[in-house]
Nanobody, 115 residues
Framework: QVQLVESGGGLVQAGGSLRLACAAS????????MGWYRQAPGKQRDLAAT???????NYADSVKGRFTISRDNAKRTVYLQMDGLKPEDTAVYYC?????????WGKGTLVTVSS
């Protein structure tokens, strides 16, 4: 069983930065694609960024150039550096680990960006 625990959320002013972290238990972390997804109030959960086991990254158009995803397999942790935050980035941010036959989600961390 894999557990994912997010941290680093909080309240920040527009234009500010936050760094989210997601720590995973278990040894399969390094084999999976890690992703950050976000869900704003009243909206569906959408992709923000993903990173494969080989380090290939993918970003939603809305965060390109502002967010950076990275991973440290030795620490079993994935990060999301968020710069130039906007009020529309306000959401609960969820970590996801994807394997060929299994998917795990964290419980989320709230990011609030004030204008």
């Amino acid at each position: 069983q894999v557990q994912l625990v997010e941290s680093g959320g909080g309240l920040v002013q527009a234009g500010g930065s936050l760094r989210l972290a997601c720590a995973a238990s278990g040894t399969i972390f390094s084999r999976g694609t890690m992703g950050w997804y976000r869900q704003a109030p009243g909206k569906q959960r959408d992709l923000a960024a993903t990173i494969t086991s080989g380090g290939t990254t993918n970003y939603a158009d809305s965060v390109k150039g502002r967010f950076t995803i990275s991973r440290d397999n030795a620490k079993r942790t994935v990060y999301l550096q968020m710069d130039g935050l906007k009020p529309e980035d306000t959401a609960v941010y969820y970590c996801r680990l994807s394997l060929p036959t299994l998917t795990y989600w964290g419980k989320g961390t709230l990011v609030t960006v004030s204008s």
